[in-house]
């Protein structure tokens, strides 16, 4: 089993609207509703791929209710644990007209010192049945700075970050297996024009690996078996919202396998690009991704 | 008792960001959460007017369950009726940096033949222990564009109805005591340059009474009574939303008290300007409500 971490769940609203035109009132022509959160994205990538994956983060208050709803609905397993505060909406306005999407977050229920040590109990329960860990996203109002390094640290099986700011520079010193920063996040963690050294410098910080992804240029990994790059074979169009989730999948899922790092960069490119693909966060187009798989190389 | 209408239920969230921008992900720094649509905002202010008041309409799913809740909570009597699907979100975006909100409104779920036929039954029962009736706002997808007229004629207490566009076209052919056009849905009621001679031709449609609101120029009235005229005695600067509800409330309020036309006239518009003081809709500043009350006059 790998546990899907999301702190910060939320119900993803998205709207479709003719065109967004601010100080007026704008019709919503069609909504649809979700449970949404990175780590959210991750379980819904890996439960794809045939990975049985377990969802824990915090769910609060009526909207809480509905997304878990939905995401009991699409097969995964909750174990999220309850917090006082409402879970926060997602909003994203897509435009007939075109154009990129509108997102409105809200900030997330204030979580309590006790709803956090209560979480890390259930959290470091879990991990005791788990093969490996992704903790994904932004961390909800309240929750220690430092919350992923402790996670880390407890987790009785191996965990990826995938998460940024001050949630990621404290959360590398918890040693987590992987870190998966993008090339700015990777220049807020570690200074330096080369991005290998920095990685390394990153490295000696705590983490046995890091990934560094730079969107359609694919991936840089500093891992134990070397410094490897993959890149996708083509320049993929679609929707990029999740794709950096459906990486952070694959590198789980090869962390739990212990397959070669050159196969899980070049699954991680491969399934990334799958998922620029597919019309929502959380899912790939899976010939692509057959086809990806065969023709990206990790070198 | 006197029965609001709200049809078109919703839960308003108003949001505080810094700046919209359209495009972008922005950050909520602010959420509030009520019980929202035309007619429960009349009801809010019969409430804060002393009058016991029962609000109904359709309810449904999550989102109706927290909206019903809230509207229990602020102590209004809930009649809703329960339909399938999910009552409608109503988005309300509000700037730091000031300017006009941005609403985004869900459609409304849609209403089956069955769920209609339902709250007729429904509505005529409550009805029977009210003394006037307040059918305000627009129609939720599914119901016939004669629904009002179907109330208004169904209705035992007298029916004042706030709508537009078809709703209002087909509504006032049910007969209602009052309706209460804006300057625009007066035109498009009825044709010529002179509002009295408009109002004249809708009376011919069926109701007894018109009402016509032209925000700060006050109100016009083609009555049993005569034709009156009233208006604010100084411009009002505020939050106008909810200020022709305030008015309408006033005036099933007048209605329900057999008052003279002049005196309900000079009501409306002093509480509808003593709205616009107030920050949300449904509110009134009660200090500005006796202030103006004293000075207005309608002749």
Chains 1, 2 share one sequence.
Not at 119 to 148: C, Q
Request: charged share 20%; net charge negative; hydrophobic share 45%.
């Amino acid at each position: 089993m790998i546990l899907a971490v999301c702190l910060n769940f939320a119900l993803d609203l998205t709207y479709t609207v003719d065109e967004l035109r601010p100080h007026t009132t704008n019709r919503v022509t069609e909504v649809r509703s979700r449970a949404g959160g990175k780590g959210v994205n991750v379980a819904r990538v890996l439960d794809g791929l045939g990975h049985e994956v377990v969802v824990t983060g915090f769910a609060g208050g009526r909207v809480g209710d509905a997304a878990r709803a939905e995401l009991r609905s699409a097969g995964l397993v909750d174990e999220l644990v309850p917090v006082a505060g409402e879970t926060r909406r997602t909003l994203i306005v897509l435009e007939d007209k075109g154009g990129e999407p509108t997102g409105i977050s809200e900030p997330g229920p204030v979580v309590s010192a006790e709803e956090w040590e209560g979480f890390v109990e259930r959290f470091t329960a879990l991990t005791a049945g788990a093969g490996g860990v992704a903790l994904s996203g932004s961390l909800p109002p309240g929750v220690p700075a430092d919350a992923y390094a402790t996670l880390a640290r407890e987790s009785a099986a191996p965990v990826l970050l995938d998460t940024s700011g001050e949630a990621l520079r404290e959360g590398v010193r918890g040693a987590p297996a992987i870190v998966k920063p993008n090339r700015l996040e990777l220049a807020d963690l570690a200074d330096g024009d080369d991005p290998v050294e920095a990685a390394q410098r990153v490295i000696a910080m705590g983490p046995e690996a890091v990934v560094v992804s730079a969107g359609a240029d694919g991936v840089l990994a500093v891992t134990p078996e070397g410094v490897l790059r993959a890149a996708p074979p083509e320049a993929v169009e679609g929707n990029p919202i999740g794709a950096g989730d459906a990486a952070a999948a694959a590198l789980v899922a090869g962390l739990v396998a212990g397959t070669p790092w050159a196969e899980r960069l070049a699954d991680a490119v491969a399934l990334s690009a799958a998922a620029v693909h597919a019309p929502v966060a959380g899912s790939f187009d899976a010939d692509a991704y057959a086809r990806y798989r065969r023709t990206v190389v990790a070198a």
